[in-house]
């Protein structure tokens, strides 16, 4: 006899593929506006050029994907991108399209290189400068992604001058072209698809790595990458949030919530989240409540967004959370979002002045969040809703619906 939770599996899997044909997207157009943010955030920085090993940023830079998340805590691969001169990939498999060569580099992680590393970070200082040499340029200021600190030391005993390649990086990515919001958007689609799938499959006995799994596979099945996590939880799981997925099994009036954190079909961020109920019955009148609260919050903070606005100035303008549900609010009402989670950040007020100001710009793709739970209660309610900035306030990129069983 098949068990409840064993039919999540035997289903027909191929429906988790089944969306619309992929978008045409210039890829050639996508690359060369891609390389002339990154050009144009080394001249606003000063440097002559960058040393790239985070994957988002290889990703964008080269869109090399091989690896990501080996290449996350192991920098294997790297590259120099200059703000004049041919890109170089080094230790690279294959020829990902934004490089101009790839060559066989050093050995720069541990499991390569062991007790060696000082020397292989000499050997990288040297072919920086005479990679210098061969662009052309004596500007001395280069730019570093997480590397050794002997890396660092190396170059500087070089007489170059070192600053955090992130800052160049995440900051070429944070205005989006027509191309890369095209790309965002077939991600989000990927994504909803998953969650319809979700939905589906909701029911008594299956399990929440299940459940996370639809949305796993829908993503692989449309070439997409990976999830930064697997958050989804159910039942008492969801209060607080932040807890990933489990083999607990749904029962029968729990809440289910997640959030995608999917790096989807051409390396774009789909990153929605949304609540649901497993039946049979409908949603208690505490949990209508919930997510209406949570829904409000997320309309309220919509409306803020546009060009021109001050990070502070939607901190202290945001929608003024109850105070039952400060304590497990969500970490931030208003993220960046492209390749991943990207600048800006706006924190609650109440949980102090933001770290940084900044400006809302026109072409950057934001994800607005609420959480609701309160303090030793059951229940929970995680929206998230992504949209791009536009001339005049904001277009939604997540249309997956709400929940009508919950505003009844």
């Known amino acids: 006899m098949t068990s409840p939770?064993?039919?999540?599996?035997?289903?027909?899997?191929?429906?988790?593929?089944?969306?619309?044909?992929?978008?045409?997207?210039?890829?050639?157009?996508?690359?060369?506006?891609?390389?002339?943010?990154?050009?144009?955030?080394?001249?606003?920085?000063?440097?002559?050029?960058?040393?790239?090993?985070?994957?988002?940023?290889?990703?964008?830079?080269?869109?090399?994907?091989?690896?990501?998340?080996?290449?996350?805590?192991?920098?294997?691969?790297?590259?120099?991108?200059?703000?004049?001169?041919?890109?170089?990939?080094?230790?690279?498999?294959?020829?990902?399209?934004?490089?101009?060569?790839?060559?066989?580099?050093?050995?720069?992680?541990?499991?390569?290189?062991?007790?060696?590393?000082?020397?292989?970070?000499?050997?990288?200082?040297?072919?920086?400068?005479?990679?210098?040499?061969?662009?052309?340029?004596?500007?001395?200021?280069?730019?570093?992604?997480?590397?050794?600190?002997?890396?660092?030391?190396?170059?500087?005993?070089?007489?170059?001058?070192?600053?955090?390649?992130?800052?160049?990086?995440?900051?070429?990515?944070?205005?989006?072209?027509p191309d890369e919001v095209m790309c965002i958007k077939w991600a989000v689609e990927v994504a909803e698809h998953g969650i319809s799938q979700v939905k589906a499959a909701l029911r008594p006995g299956v399990s929440e790595v299940q459940l996370w799994g639809l949305l796993n596979y829908t993503n692989l099945a449309n070439n997409g990458d990976w999830h930064n996590g697997r958050m989804l939880a159910s039942g008492p799981r969801v209060n607080p949030w932040l807890q990933e997925a489990t083999d607990r099994k749904v029962e029968a009036g729990d809440l289910v919530a997640f959030d995608t954190d999917m790096v989807g079909p051409f390396g774009y961020f789909a990153d929605i989240s949304r609540t649901l109920f497993c039946g049979p019955g409908r949603p208690s009148a505490r949990q209508k409540e919930l997510y209406r609260l949570a829904l409000e919050e997320i309309e309220y903070n919509s409306k803020l967004v546009r060009p021109g606005i001050t990070l502070a100035e939607i901190q202290e303008r945001a929608w003024q959370t109850p105070e039952e549900y400060k304590e497990n609010a969500y970490c931030c009402v208003l993220h960046g979002v492209g390749m991943t989670d990207e600048f800006p950040r706006v924190n609650p007020v109440y949980r102090g002045q933001n770290p940084y100001d900044g400006v809302i710009q026109e072409g950057m793709v934001v994800c607005i969040e609420s959480y609701m739970g309160a303090v030793g209660e059951r229940d929970g309610v995680k929206l998230e809703q992504q949209v791009l900035v536009t001339s005049d306030g904001i277009e939604p990129i997540s249309t997956y619906p709400w929940e009508s069983e919950f505003l009844e």
Not at 118 to 147: F, H, K, M, T, W
Request: overall charge negative.
């Open 5 to 177: 939770d064993a039919r999540v599996l035997n289903d027909d899997w191929s429906d988790l593929s089944r969306i619309r044909p992929l978008p045409s997207v210039d890829q050639a157009r996508l690359y060369a506006y891609r390389t002339e943010r990154m050009r144009a955030s080394l001249r606003q920085h000063g440097a002559a050029m960058a040393m790239l090993v985070n994957p988002i940023s290889l990703r964008y830079a080269l869109d090399y994907r091989t690896y990501p998340l080996w290449q996350s805590h192991a920098h294997t691969t790297y590259a120099f991108v200059p703000v004049e001169g041919p890109i170089a990939a080094y230790n690279v498999y294959g020829n990902p399209p934004g490089a101009d060569y790839v060559r066989v580099g050093r050995q720069n992680t541990y499991f390569d290189g062991g007790p060696e590393l000082p020397e292989n970070a000499r050997l990288i200082a040297q072919d920086i400068c005479d990679y210098l040499s061969e662009i052309g340029s004596d500007n001395r200021r280069v730019a570093v992604e997480y590397v050794n600190p002997s890396l660092t030391q190396a170059l500087l005993q070089r007489g170059l001058e070192v600053i955090d390649g992130i800052a160049v990086a995440e900051e070429a990515r944070i205005i989006k072209s």
